[in-house]
C-alpha cells in the first residue's frame, strides 16, 4: 500500500487576484519545468481547483512535510520510439531533466 503524500504548505506573496489572496496559505502538490526552468507550481487556488503554471517566485514555502517540492532531479534518456513525434519533442535516444519519485519514493 502507497503512502498518501501531505501536500506542501506556501504563502502567496503576489498581489491577490482571482485565484489567489495576497498573505494566503494554500495547498501545493508539485514543481515542474515550464520552459526549462522548473519554475511551475502546481496550487490549489481559492475556488478549490489545482492549477499549474503558477511562479513559484510567487509563494514561500511554509511547510513540506513529504518533500513534494524536492530538488531532487535526473538525467534520463528515452529509449522508445513510442513517443517520437507525439509529445513535444521527446524522442528515442533524447537526454532529458526527469524529476518524481520511484516505486520506493526515491
Not at 57 to 79: G, H, M, P, R
Request: with cysteine; net charge negative.
Amino acid at each position: 500500500m502507497s503512502k498518501i503524500m501531505k501536500p506542501a504548505t506556501v504563502r502567496y506573496n503576489g498581489p491577490s487576484n482571482e485565484k489567489f489572496s495576497h498573505g494566503k496559505c494554500y495547498e501545493a502538490f508539485f514543481l515542474e519545468y515550464w520552459e526549462g526552468e522548473r519554475d511551475s507550481l502546481h496550487v490549489r487556488g481559492n475556488d478549490g481547483r489545482v492549477t499549474d503554471f503558477n511562479k513559484f517566485e510567487d509563494f514561500t514555502v511554509i511547510s513540506d512535510e513529504d518533500n513534494l517540492l524536492n530538488d531532487y532531479e535526473a538525467i534520463v534518456k528515452c529509449v522508445t520510439h513510442a513517443y517520437d513525434g507525439e509529445l513535444f519533442d521527446l524522442n528515442y535516444d533524447s537526454l532529458y531533466k526527469a524529476i518524481g519519485r520511484d516505486k520506493d519514493g526515491m
